[in-house]
């Protein structure tokens, strides 16, 4: 039946079911009483074990319900306002057992004991709720249901109450204490206007319910067909809390478990970033590394010395950027200074890297085309066995530039391609992290391009960097690019020996 029921009807559904299956087990228990269960009690009835385990249900309920107010408005308010709906079934604990355990005519000590102990309960409720802006801040519809419990908690148990007839005046004056504290409570509640008109509607019928349940059996109006219509209308106000507080329950758990989903998922995201930024990190110190030891050498020349200490000032101010977590910056690169100031880094590793590029200029931020080539080439060394690379740029048309990363190594095998960019995945013989090309592909993709693998006859692999080609101008590009000849190679640096950079052509 619920997978009829969706959102707020799914959860009005388990209210009106659970409500129902809790009306007829409080029928099933009193219909188990000695004697017809609709009967007044008299000075010498004994409460039933069914009596007991019905009161204590709504005891136990309204606790619960004070208990989970308590954790969700910690520290929030002063006093007692969050155990409302408990004070009143404390409240009314207290003076039954105390009633129960003094058999009438009580003494007058026993009566001022029993005055007492009402006056100090109706104190403890009443009094919090008299402060409009800390009731304000706690009563919701949760705080409510605890109070609907506690009210019905107190009509079970004071209906327990030996009586005798006539009352005394202290225990007229005593029911008169109890029922305002019911009274005032629920006023003092829905003037605070935050409950639904159902549950506030429910919340007024469960009170006069409990009210008259106090005041008929003095007047002589008891009888069999009137005590069975309150102890009905009783029952019912009863299993309609309940149902609400099971409804409660469950929204609030799902509430919680979607907020630890997204906590966790907050938590997966700021670790999956964390690690892509080490894995770009790693990348820049190794190369940083690798050319202060550079650095070091005797037969470095003058030229090369300035080159190394160009490279690792632009691979040090964009490991700062990475770390100051600033955004990419979009310009326009012209491709052959900003592949060549890229690749330096490469070359710093001892990588063999030749570029061909025809002078395009691209729209798309340094910092990440940085990253997605030293990715594209670290990969060739450390999975595909070769330090040998070639990029080439090509324009494929007005619109966008092609740049391909290939290697000559061992290349992929068929059967892994189709989830080489998913995060986390790697060959059964990769010792890396699987998050290099996931992160190269979607570094491209931010910049409103492409990262595809490119079929390759032969050994090695290939990748596609597509970006948009920057719009040109007469005055924000003055000089015609450079297209490659047919059978001529660009001019392009290479590292002999570690020691210098040469051009070649």
């Keep these: 039946m619920l997978g009829f029921c969706k959102g707020e009807l799914r959860h009005r559904c388990r209210t009106g079911i659970t409500g129902l299956a809790s009306f007829l087990v409080l029928v099933w228990i009193g219909s188990g009483t000695e004697g017809a269960w609709w009967a007044p009690p008299t000075a010498s009835t004994v409460p039933t074990l069914g009596e007991g385990v019905v009161s204590g249900v709504f005891v136990a309920a309204a606790g619960c319900t004070a208990l989970v107010m308590w954790r969700k408005h910690a520290g929030a308010v002063a006093g007692w306002t969050v155990a409302t709906g408990a004070l009143v079934a404390a409240q009314a604990l207290v003076v039954t057992l105390i009633a129960l355990h003094s058999e009438p005519p009580r003494g007058s000590l026993t009566q001022a004991l029993l005055l007492s102990v009402g006056m100090l309960g109706m104190i403890g409720v009443v009094v919090p709720l008299l402060a409009p802006e800390r009731a304000r801040r706690v009563v919701d519809e949760t705080f409510v249901i605890g109070l609907g419990l506690g009210l019905v908690a107190a009509g079970h148990l004071l209906l327990q109450f030996p009586r005798v007839h006539p009352p005394s005046p202290a225990m007229q004056l005593l029911v008169g204490v109890l029922l305002s504290t019911h009274l005032l409570a629920a006023v003092l509640v829905l003037q605070q ?85 080490l894995h770009e990190l790693r990348s ?153 090309l996931n992160v190269a592909r979607r570094l491209v993709t931010e910049a409103g391009g492409s990262l595809r693998l490119a079929d390759r006859d032969g050994a090695g692999s290939s990748f596609v960097i597509s970006l948009p080609a920057a719009r040109r101008s007469p005055e924000n590009d003055p000089e015609p690019p450079r297209l490659v000849k047919p059978g001529l190679v660009t001019p392009r640096l290479t590292m002999e020996d570690g020691r210098a950079w040469r051009v070649t052509g």
């Design 193 to 277: 206007r935050t409950a639904s008109r159902p549950i506030s509607a429910l919340l007024l019928a469960t009170v006069g319910v409990v009210v008259l349940g106090q005041l008929v059996p003095p007047t002589g109006l008891a009888g069999g067909g009137i005590d069975a219509g309150l102890w009905l209308a009783r029952t019912a106000v009863g299993a309609a809390w309940l149902g609400m507080a099971w409804a409660a329950l469950r929204r609030t758990l799902e509430e919680e478990r979607q907020r630890i989903d997204s906590f966790e998922h907050v938590l997966v995201d700021a670790t999956r970033e964390q690690r892509e930024r």
């Design 284 to 436: 820049t110190i190794s190369g940083l590394v690798t050319g202060s030891s550079l650095l070091d050498r005797d037969d470095l020349t003058s030229e090369a010395r300035e080159r190394l200490w160009a490279s690792m000032r632009r691979e040090l101010d964009r490991m700062e950027r990475m770390l100051a977590g600033a955004g990419p910056q979009v310009a326009d690169l012209r491709l052959d200074d900003a592949l060549g100031q890229i690749l330096d880094l490469q070359r710093l590793k001892g990588r063999r890297v030749e570029l061909h590029s025809t002078g395009d200029v691209v729209r798309a931020p340094f910092d990440a085309l940085a990253e997605v080539l030293n990715i594209l080439v670290d990969n060739a060394a450390k999975h595909g066995g070769t330090d040998e690379s070639l990029v080439e740029v090509m324009r494929r048309d007005e619109e966008t530039v092609d740049i391909t990363v290939t290697d000559f190594g061992r290349g992929i095998p068929h059967e892994q391609r189709p989830q080489i960019f998913e995060w986390g995945k790697r060959g059964t013989e990769s010792r890396g992290e699987g998050i290099g």
